[in-house]
């Protein structure tokens, strides 16, 4: 009986410099087996000669997947050329991919192997296919992730600053160049704040959504904006349970028969969206008298706050999904219902 594929899957660890693919396949007898092993450059020689081993060790009848690591930003280029060229592929999370390869009992971790997990992974599991971002949600993503970086540099710089004025000899050429560098953070971020207004501006579909999650209190066009790009406009997203786990806001729960350990979230999603949360939900606590009454209610029962706001930062997050999938302002009672 000739041996034909069901399934073809790449699996690509990928690097700054280069990527290593491993080409996996299920057989008409349900195995599956390794076809081949190749590195290739990150570049766009790389991506070409890509598909031509392609051509030469997989069957054009079957269907053709690829998996890849969400490994900072070097996975891009390949994800974007390969969804110009008709192809599917998954991007999974470090931590997805990790799992996966402890269920194998694999000790050694070198790219190759990586490789040959991913390329498994994507034949044996149900993954979401990735979409691209559209070219706005793209340009406010790298956006708001410059803004947060320069962000997270003036809080380091306004510690030293607080030190060097505590300091038990006080050097004045110090403090003046902390408040320099302070200010010139400042003026950065507004510039970042006006490219963004100005990208949303442009787009008036986008921007009337957005416009629908600025009604809910303590949500500005920042955290719209970064939950909307982090997101890519919630295009994968079918549901709020699964939205909470992308951010990490799902709660893992340690329990073995008459022992229960404690729960918590997971933290393994969207670092992004949850920052982005953190604030908005403490100031929805203070001006929404139910969310307020919410919050009030957990705080006593979990005894203690941060537990209680991170289950309204769940309750927000779930609000800017009903919005954005119904297209509608905030109004307390109908949207809240909606959203628990």
């Known amino acids: 009986m000739k041996t034909t594929y069901l399934k073809q899957n790449i699996g690509s660890d990928i690097s700054k410099d280069d990527f290593k693919c491993s080409f996996s396949a299920l057989t008409n007898q349900l195995d599956i087996v390794t076809i081949g092993a190749k590195t290739f450059p990150n570049s766009s020689k790389g991506f070409i000669d890509l598909l031509e081993w392609i051509k030469a060790k997989g069957q054009a009848e079957a269907s053709l997947t690829f998996t890849l690591e969400a490994t900072g930003v070097y996975y891009e280029a390949l994800a974007y050329f ?3 060229h008709g192809y599917s592929l ?3 999370l470090p931590n ?3 799992k996966y390869a402890e269920s194998f009992g694999t000790k050694s971790k070198t790219d190759k192997i990586d490789a040959k997990i991913l390329s498994k992974m994507g034949i044996e599991r149900k993954l979401l296919p990735w979409q691209p971002l559209s070219t706005n949600l793209l340009k406010l993503k790298q956006l708001t992730r410059e803004r947060e970086a320069i962000v997270q540099e003036r809080i380091m710089v306004n510690n030293q600053l607080h030190a060097y004025k505590h300091q038990g ?7 003046t160049r902390s408040q320099k560098r302070i200010t010139f953070f400042n003026d950065q971020i507004k510039e970042i704040e006006r490219e963004i207004a100005q990208i949303v501006k442009q787009d008036k579909k986008l921007q009337q959504k957005l416009n629908n999650l600025q009604t809910i209190p303590g949500v500005g066009l920042i955290t719209a904006v970064i939950i909307v790009a982090e997101t890519n406009g919630f295009a ?6 699964q939205l909470t786990s992308f951010a990490g806001l799902d709660i893992q729960i340690a329990e073995s028969g008459l022992w229960k350990g404690k729960s918590r979230i997971s933290k393994k999603g969207n670092s992004h969206i949850r920052k982005a949360l953190y604030f908005p939900a403490f100031t929805k606590i203070k001006f929404d008298n139910q ?3 919410y919050y009030e209610k957990l705080k006593v029962k979990k005894a203690k706050p941060m537990i209680a706001a991170v289950a309204v930062q769940r309750k927000l997050l779930g609000l800017i999904y009903t919005l954005w999938r119904k297209n509608e302002d905030f109004f307390p009672d109908h949207n809240q219902s909606s959203a628990a």
């Open 82 to 84: 390969l969804i110009d």
């Open 96 to 98: 997805q991919s990790k």
């Open 291 to 293: 969310t307020h009454k």
């Open 90 to 92: 998954y991007v999974v």
């Open 236 to 241: 994968s997203i079918k549901s709020i349970k």
């Open 169 to 175: 000899k006080i050097n004045s050429n110090s403090i």
